[in-house]
């Protein structure tokens, strides 16, 4: 016996009517007239061998037989528009974010996204590169590479690489402010990320200066804002690296007095704990430490 298949728009039709119970009514909200759904339900009647409506001159009632298909097409119906809710969202092309400063991007993410898109080419990568630190769940981040102590609230970190620090700033600034000893920064103005210049207090002693308190300072703790201060000339930055690397190398800013310290800080790599077994954020996790285990620790001087 063959199957005995109806069009989706017949079952439209025959739904609509039979919720209404007016080929009018029905006519007017499927933008038909009411001879066409009229035909329709005729077609569907015959192709089923069942009467499903009684029509008489004024009223139109479903039969015994009508009221158990309508039934039976409200379940259908609800599966097939669920089953294909499912199934885009399954398919769809899902965005994954990634977040870090763009010295960091440039190093260790974005020459190595290629790998990632073609393993997971159904997958739309972007790269934030915004200096301030973005809410995760707000702002549907995915993964990111922080600078600090490890611990930020609702979010799993793991150690990616250490950082060093170093003396940075334009070569105008130390044009117009020259300096040939560590003592002499305390008549610059200094930037730092932390409020009790912890960076500068420790690269200091590494100079044998244990009493190091400038009278000019700036500090921004959000370690993208205080190197574009630096980068504008407003001071000397304690500068972690590779967070400057890419300035460095691009000669934006300079290295007034060359001796590299290891920092108290590292850079994690930084996510929401629910994303933890998400396998493209494992995808791109193993990317990233397999590019930063390569990465060179900058001698000391």
Known sequence: MTDIIPSMQQLKTFRAAANCLSFKQTADELNLTASAVSHQIKSLEELLGVTLFTRSTRNLSLTSAGKEYLALIDEVLHLLIKGNRQFVHRHIQKTFTITCLGSIAE???????????????????????????????????????????????????????NTWILPACTRDYIKANPVSTASDFLNNTLIDIHDDLRGWKLWAKHQGLEDFSPQNVLILTEPGAAIRATEQGLGVLMAHIPLVTQQLNTGKLVVPIKKVVE???????????????????????ELIFNV??????????
């Open 263 to 285: 920092s108290d800080m590292a850079a994690y790599i930084v996510y929401r704990p629910e994303l933890e077994h998400d396998e493209v954020l494992l995808g791109v996790k």
């Open 292 to 301: 930063v285990k390569n990465y060179p620790a900058p001698p000391p001087d």
């Open 107 to 161: 190093q260790f993410v974005i020459p190595y996204m290629g790998k990632v898109q073609a393993e997971f080419p159904e997958v739309k990568f972007q790269v934030d590169t915004e200096t301030r630190h973005l809410n995760f769940t707000e702002e549907n981040i995915d993964i990111g590479i922080r600078v600090g102590s490890g611990e930020w609230p609702g979010l799993k970190a793991e150690h990616l690489i």
